[in-house]
């Protein structure tokens, strides 16, 4: 089992920028594909980006590819996202997820672990 703690969210201003970090605990930290999702209040929980087990390999949504990196330090058991050029739009509670395999990564059904999500508020 992985449990995950994410920490970074807040309220930025348009254009603007922010890290959010997912601890994670464990020894296997680096078995574990990782994703982030979020979810806008009245809509449906979605993907956002997901990183394989060394790192090497990540997809990003549309929505966010240019603007948003994901990456994990195996080392710290922490996986990133890095958000630049925030729009209102990205205004959410952001997630993390862990499973050992996942098809894709994009659907929430592939991820077993969750954390308790942090809130990301992006002004006009």
């Given amino acids: 089992q992985v449990q995950l703690v994410e920490s970074g969210g807040g309220l ?19 078995s574990y594909v990782m994703g982030w999702f979020r979810q806008a209040p ?7 980006a997901r990183i394989s087990w060394s790192g090497g390999n990540t997809l990003y949504a549309d929505s966010v590819k240019g603007r948003f990196t994901i990456s994990r330090d195996n080392a710290k058991n922490t996986v990133y996202l890095q958000m630049n050029s925030l729009k209102p739009e990205d205004t959410a509670v952001y997630y993390c997820a862990a499973n050992h395999t996942v ?10 672990y969750w954390g308790q999500g942090t809130q990301v508020t992006v002004s006009s």
């Avoid at 930025?12 to 680096?30: K, M, Y």
């Avoid at 009245?42 to 956002?48: I, L, N, T, Y």
């Avoid at 098809?103 to 077993?112: A, I, M």
């Fill in 12 to 30: 930025v201003q348009a254009g603007g920028s922010l890290r959010l970090s997912c601890a994670a605990s464990g020894r296997t930290f680096s």
């Fill in 103 to 112: 098809v894709n990564g994009q659907t929430r059904y592939e991820y077993d």
């Fill in 42 to 48: 009245g809509k449906e929980r979605e993907f956002v």
